[in-house]
């Protein structure tokens, strides 16, 4: 797929290399991508740039970021991986007193992601007697804004 790029439209219309992009799913089949299509590139004469070349995750980031205000994000988002969540989790859990076996930390997560899925809002999730876990959600975004005020100043 590599050698479509210069021998396609990129080499025929010399076009920019942010026309190019190119998405997979490991950092490692990235950097080869990445390396591959420079050096392809560089050979058809095409003029240094940086094409888009990333994993997808990378990819929405990046996306994200640029339209954070259209998305009603701040551009300083945080994106948590597995274990930030669960330690956020725990931390809320813990600073609210809730230690009940029934419902730990994962159940929290899995119920929050359950929701977004699901598009269902804190009011509807209270609506559905999930009372703790809305607790713990209010809790996690007040331990957010608490953190973005902290790095603000």
Not at 2 to 17: D, K, L
Not at 25 to 50: C, D, H, I, W, Y
Not at 51 to 69: D, N
């Amino acid at each position: 797929m590599c050698y479509h790029f210069p021998n396609g439209a990129a080499h025929r219309q010399r076009r920019a290399c942010r026309g190019i992009l190119a998405v997979t799913f490991t950092n490692k089949a990235a950097e080869e991508m990445r390396n591959r299509v420079s050096a392809l590139l560089l050979r058809a004469g095409v003029p240094p740039a940086q094409p888009w070349l990333s994993t997808f995750h990378s990819l929405c980031a990046r996306l994200l970021r640029r339209e954070a205000a259209n998305a009603g994000l701040p551009r300083d988002f945080a994106i948590y991986d597995d274990d930030d969540q669960l330690a956020a989790v725990k931390l809320a859990m813990g600073n609210l007193e809730i230690d009940d076996e029934a419902l730990t930390p994962r159940n929290v997560l899995s119920r929050i992601s359950y929701a977004k899925n699901h598009g269902q809002s804190a009011e509807r999730c209270a609506a559905k007697r999930l009372t703790r876990t809305l607790a713990v959600c209010r809790h996690l975004c007040g331990l957010r804004a608490a953190a973005a005020s902290k790095q603000r100043t």
